[in-house]
């Protein structure tokens, strides 16, 4: 990860940006108010090489709300202003054109401010997105009741999201809690209660991609998508930060914003054959791996292969970007072709 830098909001407060160097217009990455730290980020396996294979040599930026990781602390309420006021700054200080992404509740901020400030913006992407606070997965994950055991919350989200053990997952919401304190957590929502975007999305011209990725997203991400001008919408999956996941979403931010931009399609970047890594043999997969594979080449969807299994969606996308990973398959149909082709179904 590039060095961390600091720029201010309007009102003093300290916001810690990274920056990617590349050419522009500039991928800016604007993730849910609490997602981890950027110091946090950084130590995690499953972000190792994935933004540097979605950037493929554009430039790109995301950073740390007020209140989390190395930005200012906050002592009490915040305003949505506030947060627009965090965007805002880390948009001055990259100062050229903006792709930018909005990720679940940063929908909020983000539509706010590209409304405010739509010539800093050549498009935009909305992920998980909804209309109003609650209306997505993350709001069903804030139910009310969560602040009762915040390091729970915390666990479950990292159990839920990173598909790790329960120890590793301790050790996740560990660091997560200390890079965003409850008190941080419950100023974010705070700030986004009562907030609505219908009227303000029909100010945003630029073209705009909207993507679900989560059963319980579907329709809110498809209301969204009927209410801007100039929006695309679809569905993406897999969904786990992996090289390979962020060379698949790069492709296809190629195909729903790039080549309405008129940009070239990027191209993977190849390792020397001599460091590239073998693809595992499918009897090298795990054995969840296994039934999840098993359950696709039957023609089941992940939220299908979740309920055979008892386990959520989200886990089921990890294993499936796991088996992509392993297998050296792109999708799914070349992954099941490759088992077919070994002859080794269950």
Known sequence: MPPVQFTHAQDGTRIAFVRYPGTSPVHFSVNTPGAPALSLRASLPAYAGY???YLRGKGGVYFDWRGT?????IDGSLRIDDLIADIEAVASAVDEPLDGHFVGRACFAGCLHAAQHIGRYRSIRLT???LRAGENWQGLHNRPGWERDYPEHLRSLARSYFDVSPVEALRIAAAWEEGVP???WAAYLEAERGIDLTEVLSQLRVPTWVTAQRTADYEAAAVMAALLPNATFSTFEPRVTT??????EREAWDRHLGSRLGDPPSKRSRRPAAQRSRPV???ELTQREREVLDL????????QIARK?????????HHVGSIFSKLGVENRVQAVNRVRGEGNMA
């Open 51 to 53: 933004y540097e294979h």
């Open 69 to 73: 990781g190395a930005s200012d602390r």
């Open 128 to 130: 998980g997105a909804a």
């Open 182 to 184: 409850q008190r941080s």
């Open 243 to 248: 090289p390979e996941a962020g060379d698949l």
């Open 281 to 283: 043999e499918v009897d």
């Open 296 to 303: 696709m080449a039957l023609g089941d969807r992940n939220a």
């Open 309 to 317: 299994l008892g386990v959520s969606e989200r886990t089921v996308e």
